[in-house]
């Protein structure tokens, strides 16, 4: 295996990562830790409180079933992340989109929260 497939490798678990802490925030109610899993832009045209507080985002995202495929882009900048989830009583292919944030990797709010904005 050549080195950067194992690069991709390791950007792909810690995306993996990323997606399954944010969902697991979810399960348990604890908006503060979601809200640190966005990325800066819908920080700030999002401020915390009104996160926090309204209805909007406490929308029903699903159970994470699987996440099935992850696609970076070549620029490193941008990945997508095909998943599968319950909602409803019905299984749905989504598309997570990440952002190359600051440094560190950061999940798109408009793809989780793209109903509400």
């Known amino acids: 295996m050549d080195k ?3 690069e991709e490798e390791q950007v792909e678990k810690e ?3 990323i997606i399954t802490d944010f969902y697991e925030a979810y399960y348990i109610s604890d908006r503060l830790k979601m809200f640190s899993y966005l990325d800066t ?7 915390l409180n009104y996160f926090l507080i309204h209805e909007d985002f406490n929308a029903e995202l699903g ?7 992850i696609k970076i882009e070549k620029d490193d900048k941008c990945a997508f992340a095909e998943c599968l989830i319950r909602l409803n009583q019905k ?7 990440l952002k190359k944030d ?7 709010g408009k793809s989780i929260f793209k109903r509400k904005l």
């Open 91 to 97: 299984e749905k292919q989504i598309v997570i989109v």
């Open 41 to 47: 832009s819908f920080q700030k045209n999002i401020p």
């Open 63 to 69: 159970d994470l079933l699987k996440v099935e495929k």
């Open 4 to 6: 950067q497939r194992i």
């Open 15 to 17: 995306l993996l990562k």
């Open 102 to 108: 600051l440094g560190g990797w950061k999940i798109d």
